[in-house]
């Protein structure tokens, strides 16, 4: 039900008011209001738009109080029960739950005190119209929890439960607008900790096993349900007044004694960040976090008990700038979520957007201010262009906001348009807007749906009331079209004075549509530079405060990279690309470059990278490298042909190896060394990286850790180094940790110099039993497919893209997209772009949205052929 309440009122007294199972009481006559029936809906796989809607007009005051016992072995099945109560408004019809599970998990049936006989079809658990009633209902299940979602391991679990994966646990109403408080008893081996949403309440201990009760959660969605329990260490600290519980597996004491301080200090500020921002007080009881290893993302925003990836919150001596910035973004996003998706939630999945590109927004902005010497503007440029393009260059681009008839293609939605994109349509917004007029508009938006659900076009209501601009017709293209504009201009001089400049914009599709955007342009001269704000609501817009200026050595487009689209390339940016003072002006410098050359515009690939090698060793800003050398090693081993490589490669470490020796900064130096581990193909740099890796001896300057020397190792394996076979168990005998060692073992396989060892490899991973630790299988993918392996590998791709439904089906929302760029993203031969065309020729009705991921990840395949051969 969607609910309006005051800031003032705490999370918990909502909580406590009406959501707790315990305090929902039994409606008056009154309280009854006669209702049409409307006909029963459909039982059908997942959870329809259908369903979604009757039941949020049916049902309401709704909790849950889950018990779970989890044995020592992690195959044995978690015998559970669970009372749900609901008001219903309209008993003439079945109520279906949502269990996708087999029927056989159903022990049992009680509703409203009555033993029924359990209805299970279609994934769901049909409770028939004769033995509910109008008002409270209670419906008591004796069950077998789902495995899909638990993540199990030998010595602890986890949920994620995103976007509709609480019905694979247990019987629930699993869409995002039929909040509820669950209330939580958890019975695990006696050694373990655990955490979940809501507060401990108490725990017993017998000979065997322990049991946490947890207080009743606040008022949830049911993505957002959560828990974590196995053998964790507990931290808990106070900063400004909130105490905070960590859980985590770390045993290196240096990246603990380095990490713990800052993880918390993190949180603490973006806390108070966002209190400021919002003008609401942190809405929930308690804020806790757990460090998981090899988590599926990087964060989840559980009220109560955040999940993170361990690797990104855990850093040492070794950390790049970039790791630090990164850090702090991540935090801060997920601490955003509070606020923007978990206060205030979308009504359905369709709008999960929302919640991510408010999180990213900002985070952009906390990190701006948490973090040392960060160039907000320039980190902004470089996490998300790149990353939004590459999708949205593709066939298979996608609007920010896409439709959705049902939750089980819910995963489908997420991806970089909406982590990427939406974040700089967002920047545009609020530059269109003003600041503050933005600012006070989000602030109404939460306070208005607090603990409640809404829509991007509720926000866009009270956005719009609050400036000139016509939001609909901006919101229109932005947001509900795919693609992006390609710019070119015209520029007229006359006697060395500027006498027009004009711009103009066509969609890259060349459909017809217009993007209105603000941006800048940098009119560059040997002694000082003038920057021109462009206007571009227009197909064609001319700067008339560009004529009468002298005519400029070169031009830069989109110089404080805030615009959106192929910006032009001036023939004489590529000898004056170092001139620019700005570390933000060469960012976008750099970004326009790649995308002209993928486009075949302005430059070839060849030439690209010849610029690259001329500029890099004259940046020394990190960031700015760290897109450098990821562009440069990218179109080193996708976009060259192998013999070019081959050439290339001698003089290319050696430029590398010696830009690394001058350069200064530790953090950069390390970026460089990482490109030159990348490009080894020379016996002598692999040589030169076999005795850094054999002696544990890193380069003066660079601070290389366990993880580091891992991914040297494995560098080496993949290139079949004569020692190669010996370094992979030895490297193995030098990780310390149990949780690392195991991912470890699970590559080995994927890296060994054996075609069949390779292949009985990938062959395991049809089996979803062994694609349960989704990152180690990404990982393995690429280096079963990596340009080196390409000869014995490609003949996988066919089998790859056949699993793709399964993927889909059996994996978190991450891993289908994630499953097809480590697969395709190194082929560049027209008989791997040939495969996935006659694979989509084959499949004419296939799944639109994996159908739209599959053109997404084979754009680089595709590309690449064209520029290639």
């Known amino acids: 039900m969607k609910l309006q309440h005051s800031t003032t009122i705490h999370g918990a007294a909502f909580a406590l008011a009406v959501c707790v199972t315990s305090c929902v009481t039994k409606p008056t006559v009154s309280d009854v209001k006669p209702v049409v029936t409307a006909p029963a809906v459909a039982v059908v796989p997942g959870v329809s738009l259908e369903l979604a809607q009757d039941r949020a007009r049916r049902i309401s005051r709704l909790g849950y109080r889950l018990t779970l016992a989890v044995p020592p072995q992690k195959n044995e099945p978690i015998a559970a029960s669970e009372t749900i109560t609901f008001h219903l408004t309209d008993a003439n019809q079945p109520v279906q739950l949502d269990f996708k599970e087999q029927a056989d998990h159903v022990k049992s049936l009680t509703i409203n005190g009555k033993t029924v006989a359990v209805d299970f079809r279609e994934e769901h658990l049909v409770l028939p119209a004769v033995s509910l009633k109008p008002g409270l209902n209670e419906v008591r299940i004796e069950f077998i929890a789902g495995n899909q979602s638990l993540n199990r391991n030998d010595d602890y679990l986890y949920t994620l439960l995103v976007p509709d994966r609480a019905r694979t646990v247990f019987p629930v109403f699993d869409q995002p607008n039929l909040k509820a408080s669950f209330t939580l008893a958890l019975t695990v081996p006696k050694t373990w900790q655990a955490m979940a949403n809501g507060p401990l309440q108490d725990s017993t201990v017998t000979a065997e096993s322990k049991t946490f009760r947890f207080a009743p959660s606040d008022t949830i969605s049911t993505y957002l349900f959560s828990f974590a329990a196995g053998k964790f260490t507990r931290i808990s600290r106070t900063l400004a007044g909130r105490e905070m519980q960590f859980l985590h597996r770390e045993t290196d004491k240096d990246k603990l004694k380095l990490s713990l301080n800052p993880i918390f200090q993190i949180h603490a500020d973006a806390l108070k960040f966002l209190e400021k921002y919002t003008a609401i007080s942190y809405p929930f009881r308690k804020f806790d976090f757990v460090a998981l290893p090899d988590f599926q993302y990087g964060g989840m925003e559980h009220v109560g008990a955040i999940d993170y990836k361990a690797s990104t919150l855990f850093l040492d001596e070794g950390a790049t700038q970039d790791q630090k910035i990164s850090r702090s973004n991540l935090i801060s996003h997920e601490t955003a979520h509070m606020w923007f998706g978990d206060l205030v939630t979308m009504q359905w999945f369709n709008d999960v957007w929302m919640k991510e590109v408010f999180a990213n927004f900002m985070a952009d902005k906390i990190t701006q201010i948490a973090v040392a010497n960060s160039n907000y503007d320039l980190k902004f440029v470089i996490d998300h262009y790149p990353a939004a393009y590459g999708v949205d260059r593709t066939t298979g681009a996608n609007p920010i906001r896409q439709d959705l008839e049902n939750l089980k293609d819910a995963g489908s939605l997420y991806g970089n348009i909406i982590y990427h994109k939406a974040p700089i349509m967002m920047r545009q917004l609020e530059r269109l807007m003003g600041e503050e007029p933005f600012r006070q508009g989000l602030q109404e938006y939460l306070k208005k749906y607090a603990f409640g659900n809404a829509t991007w076009p509720d926000l866009i209501q009270i956005l719009d009331a609050r400036t000139p601009a016509d939001l609909q017709a901006w919101n229109q293209v932005w947001v509900n079209q795919p693609g992006r504009p390609v710019f070119d201009y015209a520029l007229e001089t006359a006697n060395g004075k500027i006498t027009s400049l004009e711009l103009t914009q066509q969609a890259e599709d060349t459909s017809d549509r217009l993007w209105p955007q603000l941006f800048e342009v940098l009119l560059v001269y040997p002694d000082r530079v003038k920057e021109l704000t462009v206007n571009m609501n227009q197909r064609q817009v001319a700067l008339p405060e560009a004529v009468g200026e002298a005519a400029p050595t070169f031009i830069l487009f989109n110089s404080t990279g805030l615009g959106y689209g192929v910006f032009p390339i001036d023939k004489h940016l590529t000898a004056n690309l170092a001139k620019l003072q700005n570390p933000v002006a060469r960012a976008t410098a750099y970004v326009n470059f790649y995308e002209n050359m993928l486009n075949g515009r302005a430059i070839a690939q060849q030439q690209l990278l010849e610029v690259y090698r001329q500029v890099l ?129 699970f590559l080995m396989p994927a890296l060994a110099p054996e075609v069949a060892t390779r292949d009985a490899f990938f062959a395991s991973l049809k089996d979803d039993k062994n694609r349960e630790k989704e990152a180690w299988v990404v990982s393995a993918l690429g280096y079963l497919h990596h340009p080196l392996r390409a000869a014995t590998s490609e003949k996988y791709l066919p089998e790859c893209l056949a699993l793709l439904e399964e993927i889909q089906q059996t994996g978190d929302i991450f891993f289908p997209y994630s499953w097809l760029q480590a697969t395709l993203g190194s082929y560049q031969t027209p008989t791997a772009a040939r495969t996935v065309r006659e694979f989509l020729a084959a499949h004419p009705q296939y799944n639109p949205k994996l159908r739209a991921k599959l053109l997404q990840a084979a754009d680089d395949v595709f590309r690449a052929e064209k520029l290639v051969m």
């Open 617 to 745: 060793p004259k940046e020394k800003e990190e960031l700015n490298i760290k897109l450098l050398t990821g562009q440069a090693t990218d179109i080193f081993w996708r976009l060259l042909k192998p013999e070019e490589r081959v050439a290339l490669a001698p003089t290319l470490e050696k430029e590398l190896w010696q830009t690394m020796q001058q350069n200064p900064a530790p953090n950069s130096k390390k970026l460089l060394f990482k490109a030159y581990q990348s490009v080894a193909l020379t016996k002598e740099a692999q040589t030169r990286l076999y005795d850094i890796w054999n002696k544990q001896q890193a380069p003066t300057g660079i601070k290389l850790t366990e993880d580091d020397y891992t991914a040297l190792a494995l560098a080496l394996a993949v290139r079949d180094y004569p020692a190669a076979k010996p370094i992979l168990p030895a490297q193995l005998a030098r990780i310390q940790n149990p949780d690392r060692q195991k991912r470890m073992e």
